[in-house]
């Protein structure tokens, strides 16, 4: 039976409390669509996920008009892209991803993830020309997504990949200097990439997945927010423990996760594919009640970056998974809590006071679900810093076996304390430095850990 009390307290969430779906993501795979004519290649792309997608959009929005829930994104993943450049050699891998980006526009999405490559054990054909290639697709198109796996815990990190991502970043920079270097943020490095992830700009539609299938991606920081808020004034000073907020998130979680999986279900009836996975990941924007950083100050630290961060991060993570697992038997891709800098406007605040340095955003990452996300740094940073911020990153995601990423913006001609501003969802931050010291020499030695 409906109780009266979860509808109205489901309302007031999407009312005042910032609950959104925050995306519907179709996954198509494109292994049918391998050529070694790349142009006939391109064209099943792009008719392919046109074809599934077409109604996408559409459907969406009707659903969220019809059940009253904001839809915030309606988004693609596709196969990784290397698998099918492997078949191509010679030809330029970016002539896919304009295909991808001529097909997000025709269906209307906001964005289409999957010009990717898995090569945590090594380069297959076609791996190496398209991360070569990534700077210039991501500054040759609007709508593509890129994301690079080069680790994971049973296959180890492979350190020339690590090198050879540092220079692909600051290129992808630098190719979008215009565009407050809007390509590197949308290129992420990961460890342990999950194939169902329905967020960008990391989402690709791994070899192990269906045909076509539909993912949804819930949040709600806000709403974890106001029900701690809410149990803590209602308890004395004493009578409330961590383990009582423990369990607050963790029934908070649990209605979040429902709303998402209902809505993720019935866009997947309506366009007759199958439903993946439900992602519930606390994922703040830059708007005011929507951030992540908010809940450490509700459970009594004067800022997020204040000593008790990191536990505070493991207790919201922990609980964030165990209630959206109870909540559904198809909980997947991240799930968990996010701290993209320049997308909540409390972490963003704290970076720009010094309350919350790279290194501590670094020991943040080993309890979060991703890892170091949409942080701005000098333009002058070396390839080589690059890289080893990246190497630590995938050490803390092999040895932990959890998902790690990086996702850092090195602003051509700015420096510390400068503004970076990425518009939108992906928000503003201010330059923060990073550590000082040499790895060029560290880095040069490739091979794998």
Same mark, same amino acid.
């Given at each position: 039976?409906? +109780?009266?009390?979860?509808?109205?307290?489901?309302?007031?969430?999407?009312?005042?409390?910032?609950?959104?779906?925050?995306?519907?993501?179709?996954?198509?795979?494109?292994?049918?669509?391998?050529?070694?004519?790349?142009? %006939?290649?391109?064209?099943?792309?792009?008719?392919?996920?046109?074809?599934?997608?077409?109604?996408?959009?559409?459907?969406?929005?009707?659903?969220?008009?019809?059940?009253?829930?904001?839809?915030?994104?309606?988004?693609?993943?596709?196969?990784?892209?290397?698998?099918?450049?492997?078949?191509?050699?010679?030809?330029?891998?970016?002539?896919?991803?304009?295909?991808? +980006?001529?097909?997000?526009?025709?269906?209307?999405?906001?964005?289409?993830?999957?010009?990717?490559?898995?090569?945590?054990?090594?380069?297959?054909?076609?791996?190496?020309?398209?991360?070569?290639?990534?700077?210039?697709?991501?500054?040759?198109? *609007?709508?593509?997504?890129?994301?690079?796996?080069?680790?994971?815990?049973?296959?180890?990190?492979?350190?020339?990949?690590?090198?050879?991502?540092?220079?692909?970043? %600051?290129?992808?920079?630098?190719?979008?200097?215009?565009?407050?270097?809007?390509?590197?943020?949308?290129?992420?490095?990961?460890?342990?990439?999950?194939?169902?992830?329905?967020?960008?700009?990391?989402?690709?539609?791994?070899?192990?997945?269906?045909?076509?299938? =539909?993912?949804?991606?819930?949040?709600?920081?806000?709403?974890?927010?106001?029900?701690?808020?809410?149990?803590? *004034?209602?308890?004395?000073?004493?009578?409330?423990?961590?383990?009582?907020?423990?369990?607050?998130?963790?029934?908070?979680?649990?209605?979040?996760?429902?709303?998402?999986?209902?809505?993720?279900?019935?866009?997947?009836?309506?366009?007759?594919?199958?439903?993946?996975?439900?992602?519930?990941?606390?994922?703040?924007?830059?708007?005011?009640?929507?951030?992540?950083?908010?809940?450490?100050?509700?459970?009594?630290?004067?800022?997020?970056?204040?000593?008790?961060?990191?536990?505070?991060?493991?207790?919201?993570? +922990?609980?964030?998974?165990?209630?959206?697992?109870?909540?559904?038997?198809?909980?997947?891709?991240?799930?968990?809590?996010?701290?993209?800098?320049?997308? +909540?406007?409390?972490? *963003?605040?704290?970076?720009?006071?010094?309350?919350?340095?790279?290194?501590?955003?670094?020991?943040?990452?080993?309890?979060?679900?991703?890892?170091?996300?949409?942080?701005?740094?000098?333009?002058?940073?070396?390839?080589?810093? =690059?890289?080893?911020?990246?190497?630590?990153?995938?050490?803390?995601?092999?040895?932990?076996?959890?998902?790690?990423?990086?996702?850092?913006?090195?602003?051509?001609?700015?420096?510390?304390?400068?503004?970076?501003?990425?518009?939108?969802?992906?928000?503003?931050?201010?330059? =923060?430095?990073?550590?000082?010291?040499?790895?060029?020499?560290?880095?040069?030695?490739?091979?794998?850990?």
């Amino acid at each position: 039976m409906i +109780d009266t009390h979860d509808i109205l307290e489901t309302i007031n969430m999407i009312d005042n409390e910032n609950l959104d779906v925050r995306t519907i993501t179709m996954g198509i795979s494109l292994l049918d669509c391998i050529d070694s004519d790349i142009d %006939k290649a391109c064209t099943k792309v792009y008719d392919k996920i046109c074809s599934y997608a077409e109604n996408l959009v559409k459907t969406g929005e009707d659903i969220s008009r019809e059940y009253g829930i904001p839809i915030v994104n309606k988004r693609i993943a596709v196969t990784p892209i290397a698998m099918l450049a492997g078949a191509n050699p010679g030809a330029s891998p970016v002539r896919f991803a304009k295909a991808l +980006d001529r097909a997000a526009k025709t269906v209307g999405v906001n964005f289409i993830g999957g010009y990717s490559a898995l090569v945590h054990k090594g380069f297959a054909p076609g791996d190496y020309a398209l991360i070569e290639s990534i700077p210039e697709a991501l500054a040759e198109t *609007e709508f593509v997504c890129s994301s690079v796996n080069i680790g994971s815990t049973k296959a180890g990190i492979n350190m020339d990949a690590v090198k050879k991502m540092g220079h692909i970043v %600051k290129e992808a920079a630098i190719r979008t200097a215009d565009r407050d270097c809007i390509g590197a943020a949308k290129l992420v490095v990961f460890c342990n990439a999950p194939e169902d992830n329905p967020f960008m700009a990391g989402a690709f539609h791994g070899a192990g997945e269906p045909d076509c299938v =539909i993912n949804v991606g819930v949040s709600g920081p806000g709403v974890v927010k106001k029900a701690i808020d809410r149990a803590m *004034e209602n308890h004395k000073p004493g009578e409330f423990t961590l383990g009582e907020v423990a369990e607050v998130i963790k029934r908070t979680a649990y209605k979040v996760t429902r709303v998402g999986e209902i809505i993720g279900k019935e866009v997947a009836q309506r366009l007759d594919l199958p439903f993946g996975v439900a992602d519930l990941s606390l994922a703040p924007t830059p708007a005011v009640g929507d951030s992540v950083g908010e809940i450490f100050q509700s459970v009594g630290l004067s800022s997020i970056g204040a000593p008790g961060t990191t536990a505070v991060l493991a207790m919201l993570n +922990d609980a964030v998974k165990k209630g959206g697992a109870f909540a559904s038997s198809h909980v997947g891709g991240l799930s968990g809590a996010f701290i993209p800098v320049s997308e +909540d406007s409390s972490i *963003e605040a704290a970076t720009r006071s010094g309350a919350l340095s790279l290194e501590k955003l670094e020991a943040m990452t080993s309890v979060c679900s991703v890892g170091l996300d949409m942080i701005a740094i000098p333009g002058d940073t070396p390839a080589a810093t =690059i890289s080893g911020i990246i190497a630590d990153e995938m050490a803390i995601g092999m040895i932990n076996s959890k998902t790690t990423a990086v996702r850092v913006i090195p602003v051509p001609g700015k420096g510390v304390g400068e503004k970076a501003c990425f518009g939108g969802l992906l928000g503003e931050a201010d330059i =923060i430095p990073v550590p000082g010291g040499d790895a060029s020499t560290f880095i040069s030695l490739g091979g794998r850990i």
